[in-house]
């Protein structure tokens, strides 16, 4: 499976984005799926989580009540929906997959597939 994120641009403090990770060549369903992030001289940090079997989005300490996430497998691709955000909140996105199931869902080392990242900026 191949991933594209999308929907990154530039939003004032408080504002919205809807991040899209579009998935090819394999259907989503069997993956597990994470969003990440990276700011400038910053590690990835795990955003958010979705398990290939459902239940409910798993998310950072720091976007909880803020972001949301949930995937369209008939449309193969998860979105993460970004409210409230903050200056905290720019860097890049990344979707990534695990066809395994994830355990520590906030490992970067424990997915294989990667999307290419999509910039999210907040400023005023």
């Known amino acids: 499976v191949q991933l594209q994120a999308s929907g990154g641009g530039l939003v004032q403090p408080g504002g919205s984005l809807r991040l899209s990770c579009a998935a090819s060549?394999?259907?989503?369903?069997?993956?597990?799926i994470a969003w990440f992030r990276q700011a400038p001289g910053k590690q990835r940090e795990g955003v958010s989580y979705?398990?290939?079997?459902?239940?409910?989005?798993l998310f950072a300490d720091s976007v909880a009540g803020r972001f949301s996430a949930s995937r369209d497998n008939a449309k193969n691709t998860v979105y993460l929906q970004l409210n409230s955000l903050e200056t905290e909140d720019a860097g890049v996105y990344y979707c990534?997959?695990?066809?395994?199931?994830?355990?520590?869902?906030?490992?970067?080392?424990?997915?294989?597939?990667w999307g290419q990242g999509t910039l999210v900026t907040v400023s005023s």
């Open positions: 990534a997959a695990s066809r395994a199931r994830v355990v520590i869902w906030y490992l970067p080392r424990l997915y294989s597939i």
């Open positions: 060549g394999s259907s989503l369903n069997d993956y597990d």
């Open positions: 979705i398990s290939s079997s459902g239940g409910r989005p």
